[in-house]
């Protein structure tokens, strides 16, 4: 009886330690965020871009590839551990790369890092926290169900139009049980337009440097910039009102 008694009470603290070793991995990004927040802010700054830039263009014009390879796994690790400075990033990607290869390394490596995100916040909590959501009932339960129904079109949005902060954003998709390749393709995607715009302002910044000034992140709220983006926006809303229409539900 005194074995099966100790091997029952094993179990608990099996399974207690099983549940903090979930959350180990997003404790860390936190902590590390927070670190960063405090010890980077003053670094990852325009005026370090300006003061640097020739040691950097001079680093570059000898190592192309290996210069890519770092600003890659720079931006990987700024996005997967939330630390500051990822427009100042994608600036710099532009800076370095001109706008379609900045671009490109930008949008992968930010997608890569949000995927770390989402994964540690799956693993920790999100299994919990979705089954405990299916299993609800009430308006709860009709929210979470109205979510899985146009799983795209909630991805895009928060990606296409911003309004939810990229470490919120990340979040919100593993605690609603989405899918990794529907979050990681949605969040490759659906950053390419903004991420476009400040690899652009990046490439420029040769002319803004010599002229004494600083880049007008605002672009970005111009109509010419902003009505093309809220254009994508709309049209990811598209299967929602068919379904709404039509009664169907997507696949």
Same mark, same amino acid.
């Given at each position: 009886?005194?074995?099966?008694?100790?091997?029952?009470?094993?179990?608990?603290?099996?399974?207690?330690?099983?549940?903090?070793?979930?959350?180990?991995?997003?404790?860390?990004?936190?902590?590390?965020?927070?670190?960063?927040?405090?010890?980077?802010?003053?670094?990852?700054?325009?005026?370090?871009?300006?003061?640097?830039?020739?040691?950097?263009?001079?680093?570059?014009?000898?190592?192309?590839?290996?210069?890519?390879?770092? =600003? *890659?796994?720079?931006?990987?690790?700024?996005?997967? +551990? @939330?630390?500051? &400075? #990822?427009? /100042?990033?994608?600036?710099?990607?532009?800076?370095?790369?001109?706008?379609?290869?900045?671009?490109?390394?930008?949008?992968?490596?930010?997608?890569?890092?949000?995927?770390?995100?989402?994964?540690?916040?799956?693993?920790?909590?999100?299994?919990?926290?979705?089954?405990?959501?299916?299993?609800?009932?009430?308006?709860?339960?009709?929210?979470?169900?109205?979510?899985?129904?146009?799983?795209?079109?909630?991805?895009?949005?928060?990606?296409?139009?911003?309004?939810?902060?990229?470490?919120?954003?990340?979040?919100?998709?593993?605690?609603?049980?989405?899918?990794?390749?529907?979050?990681?393709?949605?969040? =490759? *995607?659906?950053?390419?337009?903004?991420?476009?715009? +400040? @690899?652009?302002? &990046? #490439?420029? /910044?040769?002319?803004?440097?010599?002229?004494?000034?600083?880049?007008?992140?605002?672009?970005?709220?111009?109509?010419?910039?902003?009505?093309?983006?809220?254009?994508?926006?709309?049209?990811?809303?598209?299967?929602?009102?068919?379904?709404?229409?039509?009664?169907?539900?997507?696949?």
């Amino acid at each position: 009886m005194r074995i099966m008694n100790n091997s029952n009470n094993s179990e608990p603290d099996s399974g207690s330690k099983l549940d903090l070793k979930r959350h180990v991995p997003l404790a860390v990004i936190l902590v590390v965020a927070i670190i960063g927040a405090f010890t980077l802010r003053d670094y990852l700054t325009f005026d370090t871009l300006r003061d640097n830039r020739e040691a950097l263009l001079a680093y570059r014009d000898v190592n192309l590839i290996q210069t890519a390879f770092l =600003f *890659f796994i720079a931006y990987v690790l700024i996005v997967g +551990f @939330s630390l500051p &400075g #990822a427009t /100042l990033t994608t600036l710099t990607g532009g800076f370095l790369f001109g706008t379609v290869l900045g671009a490109i390394l930008s949008v992968t490596g930010a997608a890569i890092g949000a995927a770390f995100i989402f994964l540690a916040a799956r693993y920790g909590f999100g299994e919990k926290l979705g089954a405990k959501l299916e299993a609800s009932t009430g308006p709860i339960k009709k929210i979470k169900d109205g979510i899985d129904e146009n799983q795209w079109t909630m991805l895009f949005l928060i990606r296409l139009v911003p309004v939810v902060p990229f470490f919120i954003a990340n979040l919100i998709p593993a605690f609603m049980q989405v899918p990794l390749h529907r979050f990681f393709i949605s969040t =490759f *995607f659906g950053i390419i337009p903004a991420t476009a715009v +400040f @690899s652009s302002i &990046g #490439a420029g /910044l040769g002319e803004v440097f010599a002229a004494g000034e600083k880049p007008n992140l605002g672009i970005i709220f111009e109509p010419h910039i902003l009505l093309p983006i809220l254009g994508f926006a709309a049209l990811s809303l598209v299967p929602v009102v068919i379904k709404a229409v039509t009664g169907k539900k997507g696949l």
